[in-house]
């Protein structure tokens, strides 16, 4: 079974500008989160959503947005990026149920410059 | 929300030596607590769980206990190899709610 696909891998944008990442998450899992990993600070949740529906959200500005498609795939858009917007961006999937594992991408490494 | 907090942030134990980290939840609700472990340039990976009906559970080298009154939960490694040279990441989460809210990690180093 493929395990979660994120991309791209690296990215290079410049102040101002958008960028879009995705998320391909293992078949059959209908939940998907983002998470925000910059050194010290950990994990922070970003959003989840299942079957096309966000569930939950982080405390993050409204820049950041995401979605889910009707094969559970999903997207994160932040706009007017900013130098703070660089990060490793990881994405999870979880098989339906309560208390479940969630397994992670490889991230995309966003650079702003 | 929730909020946890993690201890050490960094941590360097002997080869063969215990290693033990812990994490503090706020959230009297919480009932699922999984510990990942990432290495460096990997993607994070559960390691163990444990959920609020029992209060330890072992795999092998590694354990974890978890104290519903104090909400506090801890990660216990023996014997240590260095292979277990990563960061490790606590979370927290309620029945329900499929937000995982993370500690700030541990980078443990294994010296040989």
């Known amino acids: 079974k493929a395990g979660v696909t994120q991309t791209p891998r690296y990215l290079i944008k410049t102040r101002g500008q958008q960028v879009t990442l995705s998320c391909s998450p293992i078949s059959g899992h209908r939940s998907v989160s983002w998470y925000q990993q910059t050194p010290g600070q950990g994990l922070q949740f970003l959003f989840e959503?299942?079957?096309?529906?966000?569930?939950n959200k982080g405390n993050f500005p409204g820049r950041f947005s995401g979605r889910q498609f009707s094969n559970s795939r999903s997207e994160m858009n932040v706009s007017t990026l900013e130098l703070g917007d660089s990060a490793l961006y990881l994405c999870a999937s979880r098989p339906t149920g309560p208390n479940t594992e969630a397994f992670f991408g490889q991230g995309t490494r966003l650079t702003v410059v | 929300g929730e909020n946890v907090e993690q201890h050490p942030s960094t941590l360097s134990v002997q080869e063969g030596d215990s290693a033990v980290i812990k994490c503090t939840y706020s959230?009297?609700?919480?009932?699922?607590f999984p510990w990942y472990k990432q290495e460096l340039g990997k993607r994070p990976q559960l390691i163990i769980d444990i959920r609020s009906n029992v209060g330890e559970k072992k795999d092998q080298r590694i354990a974890v206990t978890l104290n519903k009154t104090a909400k506090h939960f801890s990660l216990h490694i023996t014997e240590t190899q260095p292979e277990d040279s990563a960061v490790y990441f606590c979370a927290a989460t309620a029945f329900g709610n499929e937000k995982l809210t993370f500690g700030t990690g541990t980078r443990l180093t294994i010296i040989p």
């Open positions: 959230d009297s609700a919480s009932n699922y």
């Open positions: 959503y299942f079957s096309e529906t966000q569930r």
